[in-house]
Nanobody, 127 residues
Framework: QVQLVESGGGSVQAGGSLSLSCAAS????????MGWFRQAPGKGREGVTL????????YYADSVKGRFTISQDNSKNTLYLQMNSLQPEDTAMYYC????????????????????WGQGTQVTVSS
């Protein structure tokens, strides 16, 4: 059993920055992927960014490349997301997630691979 506790989020003006963190507790017996999905009102949950805990392989959605950076501190079992140049379209509930890898140390943004979810934190970006 893994528990994911998110912190961060909030409201910022377009062009601003926010950072999120996700602390994982509980034992894991293999390497896996961690990251964030987000869900905007009226839309499905989409993968934002993921990182392979055993080797640092990352995935970024095209919409956030160059603006968001995912990182991890394995000693603290904590994940971080730095979000820069935020835009109104980034407004969503952001959910930390832990999932199976897609194989070969790769991470894939598929909801069906997720085994554990954080409670979510709201990110709101105003024009």
């Amino acid at each position: 059993q893994v528990q994911l506790v998110e912190s961060g989020g909030g409201s910022v003006q377009a062009g601003g920055s926010l950072s999120l963190s996700c602390a994982a507790s509980g034992r894991t017996d293999r390497n896996y992927c961690m990251g964030w999905f987000r869900q905007a009102p009226g839309k499905g949950r989409e993968g934002v960014t993921l990182i392979y805990t055993g080797g640092g392989s990352t995935y970024y959605a095209d919409s956030v490349k160059g603006r968001f950076t995912i990182s991890q501190d394995n000693s603290k079992n904590t994940l971080y997301l730095q979000m820069n140049s935020l835009q109104p379209e980034d407004t969503a509930m952001y959910y930390c997630a832990a999932s199976d890898s897609a194989g070969g140390g790769r991470c894939s943004p598929h909801v069906g691979l997720v085994h554990y979810w954080g409670q979510g934190t709201q990110v709101t970006v105003s024009s």
